[in-house]
């Protein structure tokens, strides 16, 4: 008699749950196939790890091949030790933190002066010449200002290079701010969208209640527009700190030459060419140093997270 209640308990159960799945495996499938995706292109690379711990050899693959020396660190210690690691990590340092302490600033005084533009048709023209040079490739873009700096033919190369005897493109000192100022043209207005859309809500009571008690524009930009961003600038900050050794290397890769080397290579550069350019490509050094910047990612996010939860409240957890 148990048995068959038991029987008839576990009947009923599965039922319902097909009844359940029947009612939803539209959601399911919805959910499946990103889920799908993030594995086999997210989680299933994550394997190559590995290479960085290994003394690779092609004919073995990556799981036979043996171990790296050091207890699998030798990778590592080899990039810390090379020669170049000190320069690498100064010239990404200082164009990360440069572009950083820059780019966000700029597009919120972007953002704060387009909304506070009367006129629709001058807002719009604005909001569309800055957005355009985002959506320019990075070849591209940079062959623009190659254009524009050249020191024989370009606008402002030419002058500099005649007047004050100053070669934008082949000054060492001159390439951050190059990167750093080209890289706000570009993405300026891209970038404050996201503040724009930040300041549409703010109450407008509270713009209505400061104009009454006499506020001018720009206490009303400091005493209301600034705190209702400032959780949106926090979180953008925090995300940037995660990206801090990860500099994109295609345009710094394509503005490179041999005059501004000195403060053009960086972790992303040097690790492309160990890995792609080199004559002899080496795999699981290259490996490391992607771990390695990984890792520091992940750490200064955990931080600045850490730091703006205790100081203001407004990190992710």
């Known amino acids: 008699m148990l048995n068959s209640n038991k029987a008839n308990v576990t009947i009923q159960k599965k039922g319902s749950f097909l009844k359940y799945f ?114 320019i490739s990075t070849i591209v873009f940079v062959g623009i200002i190659n254009l524009i700096m050249d020191n024989r033919t370009g606008v402002i190369g030419s002058v500099l290079y005649n007047h004050f005897g100053i070669n934008v493109l082949g000054s060492a000192g001159l390439f951050p701010s190059l990167y750093v100022w080209s890289g706000v043209w570009q993405g300026i207005g891209f970038s404050a969208i996201i503040y724009i859309a930040a300041l549409a809500g703010v109450d407008m009571e509270q713009h209505e209640a400061a104009i009454i008690d006499g506020a001018t524009l720009l206490q009303r930009i400091r005493f209301v527009d600034i705190p209702a961003i400032i959780p949106t600038v ?36 040097y690790s492309y060419k160990v890995s792609l350019v080199s004559t002899f490509p080496d795999y699981p050094y290259s490996t490391a140093i992607g771990l390695f910047q990984s890792l520091v990612g992940l750490i200064l996010i955990l931080a600045a997270n850490k730091i703006a939860n205790k100081v203001s409240g407004n990190g992710f957890m």
Request: charged share 10%; net charge positive; glycine share 4%.
């Open 234 to 269: 926090v979180i953008m900050m925090i995300l940037n700190m995660g990206s801090l050794l990860n500099v994109g290397y295609e345009k710094v890769l394509a503005m490179q030459n041999q005059n501004n080397l000195a403060m053009s290579e960086i972790i992303t550069t």
């Open 22 to 135: 029947s009612a939803h495996w539209q959601l399911y499938l919805m959910i499946a196939l990103p889920l799908i995706v993030l594995i086999t292109f997210a989680y299933g690379p994550m394997y190559g790890v590995i290479l960085a711990f290994k003394n690779y050899k092609v004919t073995l693959g990556i799981w036979d091949s043996p171990w790296a020396d050091n207890y699998g660190f030798n990778n590592f210690i080899r990039f810390f030790k090379n020669y170049n690691f000190k320069e690498c990590l100064r010239n990404t340092l200082v164009v990360s933190i440069y572009s950083m302490v820059v780019s966000i600033p700029c597009s919120i005084f972007l953002a704060l002066s387009l909304n506070y533009a009367k006129n629709i048709v001058f807002k719009k023209a604005v909001q569309l010449v800055t957005y355009c040079p985002y959506f």
